[in-house]
């Protein structure tokens, strides 16, 4: 049976290392971790390592775990990165959205604003948005974080330098791109209009579709993900 996980922050390194915080309080109140228990550390930069538990003080918010931590492991980038732009949707299927976005390997996540967005996912809805990828992380066991950008315009994202496809009924069938960085670009309930169509085609973005009946902004892309995925 693997380790429990938790998250410290980086740079993860070699030595005596307190957790404090949420990390603390679930290592000792919910999973009732003590000394001499065995962990597994990662930073979210890549860096994981084996770790003992050496002591627990405080209660509450004010517990904390100090453990010593062997050397750590690190693993490199993706030579092949996704970034994952997407009119929020509705409730908590933005955050079901980035849990499964996470165990896929997607490396960014930005919420986009379009003609026909609903939803702002500002402020507090962010912070839980990746507290949901860090869970995601613990439980994959994937050494790197996601990164969830700040809403962009959608106009702002096509200026970004890095090649795009945009998802849209009227695409030829969507297949995996050749190696290296990408952007997937997701609509909202109702799609993306005619108008932005045509203004990401002029931007040089390809339109692609799924060869499936139309679907859910989170389900269109993770779907769009796992193509990827599995293609690189």
């Not at 062997?70 to 299927?93: C, H, Q, Y």
């Not at 933005?94 to 997607?106: M, Y």
Request: aromatic share 6%; hydrophobic share 45%.
């Amino acid at each position: 049976m693997s380790a429990p996980r938790f998250f410290a922050p980086p740079p993860l390194s070699a030595g005596p290392l307190t957790l404090a915080g949420p990390e603390a309080k679930h290592l000792t109140a919910v999973l009732r971790l003590g000394p001499g228990d065995a962990v597994e550390l990662f930073d979210g930069e890549g860096a994981r390592a084996a770790a003992t538990v050496q002591a627990v003080r405080g209660k509450g918010a004010k517990t904390a775990a100090e453990l010593f931590c062997e050397d750590p492991v690190r693993t490199e980038p993706p030579a092949s990165p996704l970034t994952l732009a997407v009119a929020a949707p509705k409730g908590d299927r933005f955050r079901w959205l980035i849990e499964k976005a996470t165990e896929l390997g997607v490396a960014r996540v930005v919420p986009l604003t379009c003609e026909r967005s609903t939803v702002d996912p500002g402020g507090g809805k962010l912070d839980k948005l990746r507290a949901t990828a860090l869970a995601a992380c613990k439980q994959c066991r994937r050494d790197r974080l996601p990164e969830i950008a700040e809403p962009v315009l959608f106009a702002a994202f096509l200026e970004q330098d890095v090649p795009k496809t945009l998802f849209h009924v009227s695409g030829d069938r969507f297949t995996a791109p050749p190696s290296g960085p990408h952007a997937i670009l997701i609509g909202p309930e109702g799609g993306f209009t005619e108008e932005e169509v045509k203004i990401a085609a002029a931007a040089g973005a390809r339109v692609a579709a799924l060869t499936t009946p139309i679907l859910r902004t989170e389900t269109a892309a993770i779907a769009a993900a796992a193509v990827f995925a599995a293609g690189t």
